[in-house]
Structure formats: structure tokens, C-alpha cells
């Protein structure tokens, strides 16, 4: 992990092509801007853990009887 100290107006560039900056501070908040590819995803971290919470949710197995009737539900289309 990288520690940096920006003030207002500084910027942090990661590779070559994402640029952060720090627009402003006030009090304990910093408002920063990112430049970055639209194809790279920039999420808050509270909005990626629920994300990754709803992920992992979905991804819990079926007990038996579920996965039976979802493949007979299947077979009968």
C-alpha cells in the first residue's frame, strides 16, 4: 500500500492513463476527481462491498431439491 499527502489542486497519475486529483478539502472531507478509461469501473467502497456482498449472495449453492426442480422446470420448455 501507497501512503501519498496531496493538497488541493495535486494530482496522483496511475499507469498511463488514470489521473486523480484533489479538487478540494474541507474539514475531513477531500473531493477528488478521476480521468480514467470508461472501461475501467470506479466505485465508491461502500458501493463495491454491497456489490460484492450481492455477489457472493447469489453465488450460494442450491441444497439438492432446488437444483432438481430447476432442471426438470428446464427439461419440460
Request: hydrophobic content about 50%.
Amino acid at each position: 500500500m501507497l501512503a501519498l499527502t496531496r493538497k488541493a489542486g495535486e494530482r496522483i497519475v496511475i499507469g498511463d492513463n488514470i489521473v486523480v486529483t484533489v479538487v478540494a478539502i474541507k474539514g475531513d472531507s477531500i473531493r477528488l476527481t478521476i480521468d480514467a478509461p470508461k472501461e475501467i469501473k470506479i466505485y465508491r467502497g461502500e458501493i463495491y462491498d454491497a456489490i460484492a456482498a450481492e455477489n457472493k449472495e447469489a453465488a450460494v449453492l442450491m441444497d439438492l431439491a432446488e437444483l432438481t426442480a430447476l432442471k426438470e422446470f428446464h427439461i419440460k420448455k
